[in-house]
């Protein structure tokens, strides 16, 4: 069964380090996803993705974040300078329509 | 320090009962929901959706009924396992903007052997 995965499955930084978070979507996908989990909280939407662009991005998703889709199956999360706060649980996601899968994520943990 | 987070509703159950796991959500404009079951350290799986032109749909041991009147979703499990044991998030988008979900804070199942 195709999934989404999903590298480093930990990653560990200094704050003020930029970390790239990388994500395999599922092939026949296009619309594309990151989500987060800081610890015993909710899932958070942080942006989508489609079409070489981003779609719709939330309040936490600020100029320190980007995303990427440098070629035709990687879709990436990048963290400008790392913030004590940024630790969590990162979920890449994607879509053929509205239903959405999830990768097994990555935890960030920022020192 | 202090901790903060969501102290998460828990479901104990008996191996081989039906579970009940509800949902309540708040926007009207809410238009299909998934429920999804999150084991530890991993990431949420896809178990069951729904669309709200629909009151009720069944999957392999797994039914969801919605009830837009009182906005309220609920997860079946029939013959529950130690297996089923998880956290289990009902996340919702809203019509014209199948792109962002929004989760549910989750109820822990619990399943006794």
């Known amino acids: 069964e195709p999934e989404v995965t999903q590298t480093p499955s930990h990653q560990v930084t200094q704050m003020g380090q930029e970390v790239i978070l990388r994500c395999v979507p599922i092939?026949?996908?296009?619309?594309f996803y990151w989500y987060r989990q800081i610890l015993g909280q909710k899932v958070e939407f942080l942006v989508s993705?489609?079409?070489?662009?981003?779609?719709?991005k939330s309040e936490i998703f600020d100029d320190q974040f980007s995303v990427e889709r440098p070629d035709g199956s990687n879709f990436t999360l990048k963290i400008r300078s790392t913030k004590l706060e940024d630790s969590a649980m990162y979920f890449c996601?994607?879509?053929?329509?509205?239903?959405?899968?999830f990768g097994s994520g990555t935890q960030l943990s920022v020192l | 320090g202090e901790s903060v987070g969501l102290h998460l509703p828990t479901l104990s159950v008996q191996e081989g009962d039906n579970s009940i796991i509800n949902c309540a959500y708040s926007?009207?404009?809410?238009?299909?929901f998934i429920w999804y079951k999150q084991e530890s350290g991993k990431g949420p799986q896809f178990i069951i959706d729904?669309?709200?032109?629909?009151d009720k749909r069944q999957g392999q041991r797994v039914t969801v009924l919605l009830n837009k009147t009182v906005k309220h979703l609920s997860l079946q499990i029939a013959a529950t396992q130690p297996g089923d044991s998880a956290v289990y998030f009902c996340?919702?988008?809203?019509?014209?903007?199948?792109?962002?979900?929004?989760f549910g804070s989750g109820t822990k199942l619990n399943v006794k052997p």
């Open positions: 993705f489609y079409n070489n662009e981003i779609s719709e």
């Open positions: 996601a994607s879509s053929a329509d509205e239903k959405l899968f």
């Open positions: 092939s026949n996908h296009l619309y």
């Open positions: 926007n009207s404009a809410s238009d299909y």
């Open positions: 996340a919702e988008n809203r019509k014209g903007n199948f792109n962002k979900f929004y």
């Open positions: 729904i669309r709200s032109n629909m």
